[in-house]
Structures are given as structure tokens and as C-alpha cells.
């Protein structure tokens, strides 16, 4: 994941996934991650008033999707991912600006999230949009083993 130069995610549609994306979520998430989410982790978060499962789609193609949760004031950013290529293109940025934007229309939320350790352009895509590191969880990550940072934003900051 990382920032790019933006321009190519302009023509990128965001929207609340559907039954209908899953197949394309599924193959991005596996082709993403050593340990990836199931098909029904996935379809029970479908129409959860709590979730937000979000996907960027050019020309009817899933190109990647983010996951949020919220309760209460706090949020997480659960997963983001981009099928690997269109990576480097803005999307992920795009993604994770959208699901910021949808937190932002919550009082006073502070929004979450863990990212390898080793992943140090979503690092630094996440202080570009107000996201300080705030711990880590050691070995957070199965497949293969690593630590996570945890980053925390808060409104305001």
C-alpha cells in the first residue's frame, strides 16, 4: 500500500461493498495476506449497521476494499488492500480517506488500527492522515510472525 501520486485513483469509485464483490475481495485479500479472512468473516460483515466494508472500482473492477468497525466513540481500521497491479496508484489512500471521512461523521471517534511492523510505506501513509504510533503488540502477525505498531488518530489531531 502506499500514497502514489493520486492521479489515477480520481476515476476510482468508493462505495459499500456488495454479495456480489466477494469473489473479488476474496482473491485480492488472499493474493494480500498470509493469513487471510474467510469468505464468511467477510459476508457477516455485509449490511452490519457497526461495519464499514468499502470497496474502489474502476469500469466495474474491484481494485481493493478497506474494513471498519465503530462502537461507540472508537473505531478501527480493520483491513485495507489493493490488488497488487494497481498498488502505488493512490488507492489505498483513496480507501483509507474514505473510511476516515465516514468515521469523521461520528462524534468525537477516535479510529484505531495495527500495521506490520515491517510495512513502513502504510506506516507512512497512516501519519500523513493523523495516525500516531501509540504501541505494538508483539508478535501480533501469524504467516510469517511479526510484531505490530499499533496508530492511533484522533479527531482533531
Do not use: C
Amino acid at each position: 500500500m502506499g500514497g502514489g501520486t493520486g492521479a489515477p485513483a480520481r476515476s476510482v469509485k468508493i462505495r459499500p461493498a456488495t454479495e456480489a464483490d466477494l469473489p473479488a475481495i476474496l482473491e485480492i485479500e488472499r493474493a494480500s495476506f498470509g493469513d487471510p479472512w474467510t469468505e464468511r468473516s467477510f459476508r457477516a460483515m455485509l449490511g452490519h449497521e457497526t461495519v464499514q466494508l468499502r470497496v474502489a472500482e474502476r469500469a466495474g473492477h474491484i481494485l481493493g476494499y478497506s474494513v471498519a468497525w465503530s462502537v461507540a466513540d472508537e473505531a478501527e481500521v480493520a483491513n485495507l488492500a489493493v490488488a497488487a497491479p494497481v498498488r502505488r496508484q493512490g488507492i489505498g489512500t483513496a480507501l483509507l480517506d474514505d473510511l476516515l471521512a465516514v468515521m469523521d461523521t461520528r462524534p468525537g471517534t477516535t479510529v484505531y488500527l495495527e500495521v506490520r511492523a515491517s510495512n513502513t510505506a502504510a506506516q507512512a501513509l497512516y501519519a500523513s492522515r493523523g495516525f500516531t504510533a501509540h504501541g505494538r503488540r508483539n508478535a501480533y502477525y501469524t504467516a510469517p510472525l511479526e510484531d505490530a505498531v499499533v496508530m492511533v488518530r484522533r479527531r482533531g489531531d
